[in-house]
């Protein structure tokens, strides 16, 4: 069965500190795999995209890195803000030909105290 | 929101009634999608369009009928509504070129639908 699973579920840091968030599929074949910022009450927003041949990619303070022999995905947030507090989604593409096979995560919660 | 509009953004209806959910968008892309979330679930796709009267079913389908007349809207029919149906449900598009550094999703503000 092609599953996404994150960890950890929820995570509290203080603001200021780095994080990373996993993520481990099972899906196959790979085509590509997204990182998603979701805030409270609002639709998720792509952060990156990564196809099997790229490493790492980074957007501002948030860079993701693949490794597709292990399957497994991080995204590392550095000098985290209050505004990082919103809940993360990894979603992985089985067929870049066909947009309906995307499998999503259920997201890891952060939260960033002050 | 990338020019996405639901609409209604809430909605309580009673179970058996039929509901309709617009989603509007003024990017002229080619594809839109119909997914929900809950708690536990992450996304779920229900339905996507891959072009005027070009629909296919998603893995939650069951319960749910979409349309799309226009390339700017699709439209998500609960046929008769269902407490298991509650959640809140995302519409989302992209401009699915072929090539996997292409296929950004784009999603809407959300509605949130209640099913007494």
């Known amino acids: 069965k092609n599953q996404v699973e994150q960890s950890p579920q929820s995570l509290i840091i203080l603001e200021g500190k780095n994080c990373t968030l996993q993520c481990n599929y099972t899906v196959s074949p790979f085509s590509n795999l997204r990182w998603y910022k979701q805030d409270t009450g609002r639709g998720p927003v792509s952060l990156t995209i990564m196809t099997f041949s790229e490493n790492t990619k980074s957007n501002g303070r948030y860079t993701a890195t693949l490794d597709a022999d292990t399957k497994q995905s991080s995204l590392h947030i550095t000098a985290s803000q209050l505004s990082d507090s919103a809940s993360y989604i990894c979603v992985v593409t089985r067929d870049s030909t066909n947009a309906g096979k995307s499998t999503f995560g259920d997201g890891t919660t952060l939260t960033v105290k002050p | 929101d990338a020019g996405i509009t639901q609409s209604p953004r809430h909605k309580v209806t009673e179970t058996g009634t039929p509901v309709t959910l617009r989603c509007h968008q003024t990017e002229n892309h080619r594809y839109m999608y119909w997914y929900r979330q809950d708690p536990g679930h992450g996304l779920r796709l229900i339905h996507y369009s891959y072009g005027v009267k070009d629909t296919d079913k998603g893995e939650v389908s069951d319960g749910y009928s979409v349309s799309r007349s226009k390339t700017e809207d699709f439209l998500l029919t609960l046929e008769s509504a269902t407490s298991s149906q509650t959640s809140v449900y995302f519409c989302?598009?992209?401009?699915?070129?072929?090539?996997?550094?292409?296929?950004?999703?784009?999603f809407g503000p959300g509605t949130r639908l209640t099913v007494l």
């Open positions: 989302a598009i992209s401009e699915w070129r072929g090539s996997s550094n292409m296929d950004t999703q784009y």
